[in-house]
């Protein structure tokens, strides 16, 4: 109980997942089972192509990613969003988040994320082509991709929470979220470093941590901004006080929850990624097995949904 008010309570809840992780993945050498790398597209050479052919070929190598990603969103937005617009208890959040409303949400999770990687590749390459400074090219990052993925945030956002879908509402919270995401940007630049240089991670596990941890502290110091998006994206019939709204207990509960859900579930997802590519992989080469893996899930969300 001390621990949940005092906010250490997502800190030990990282920490533990982290531990869980590291001893999941254990081996005598200290690396994963197989010998697995994830393609990441910031470490391929530099003479390796033209701008467009790396755009090109990281935003295919980032599909599997993007899977994985809608996955972990479908499950992780629903909760996140209510703790932080409708100021919910995390139990009152998760009775609202059912296997329905998750499989269903997948549906919009996965073609944005198709979208939005893309997107994020090409402003990516675009700033690894400057002299700018990490911080002051992930400022910028943060800028052009929120503002050009604005309305697909909010159309994600919207129909996470079951609220009806108005084109006029799909540039909501702009100034607010244009904000979150400058200052997400220049200290994911500026933290990404810092923490790699400390921990030295020699592991693709130990890496994949660290990239949480980035993240985690990054959605920490952007989160007063991030709180006031929320507080924007009310319904005006519902919505809370200042004074209420922004009371340290709800922040601490919206922030602290939120933060370490998604420093979690990235760090997941980019150890689950490469075992993707391998199913993918496999797959691609036994159409069979795909398919009737296909058709067994289909049923099985259709079956839940009802």
Not at 83 to 101: G, H, I, P
Not at 219 to 225: D, H, T, W, Y
């Amino acid at each position: 109980m001390t621990a949940r008010r005092n906010g250490l309570g997502p800190v030990v809840l990282f920490a533990t997942a982290c531990w869980l992780v590291d001893v999941w993945t254990a081996s005598p050498t200290g690396k994963l089972p197989r010998d697995l790398a994830l393609a990441v597209a910031d470490e391929a050479p530099a003479d390796d192509g033209g701008f467009f052919t790396k755009v090109f070929a990281a935003a295919a190598q980032g599909c599997t990613a993007a899977l994985v990603a809608a996955i972990l969103s479908a499950m992780c937005e629903p909760l996140v969003n209510r703790l932080l617009v409708k100021r919910m208890t995390v139990a009152q959040a998760y009775s609202e988040v059912n296997f329905s409303l998750v499989s269903n949400f997948f549906l919009t999770t996965f073609p944005t994320n198709m979208l939005k990687f893309p997107v994020f590749e090409v402003i990516n390459r675009a700033m690894m082509y400057t002299s700018l400074s990490s911080g002051v090219s992930g400022l910028i990052s943060g800028w052009l991709f929120c503002t050009i993925m604005l309305p697909v945030t909010n159309y994600r956002f919207r129909k996470s929470m079951g609220w009806e879908i108005k084109a006029s509402l799909l540039y909501q919270a702009y100034i607010p979220t244009v904000a979150r995401d400058i200052i997400y940007g220049w200290a994911r630049g500026l933290a990404g470093p810092f923490i790699q240089d400390a921990i030295a991670p020699t592991t693709f596990t130990h890496k994949a941590m660290v990239f949480g941890l980035t993240i985690w502290a990054s959605c920490i110091i952007s989160s007063p901004c991030n709180e006031w998006r929320g507080y924007t994206l009310q319904p005006p019939d519902k919505k809370l006080p200042f004074n209420i709204y922004f009371k340290p207990i709800n922040y601490a509960r919206s922030t602290g929850i939120g933060s370490t859900i998604m420093g979690i579930a990235l760090m997941i997802g980019m150890l689950v990624t490469p075992y993707a590519e391998e199913a993918f992989a496999y797959m691609k080469e036994h159409t069979a097995v795909a398919m009737a893996i296909v058709a067994v899930l289909i049923i099985l969300i259709v079956t839940f949904s009802k």
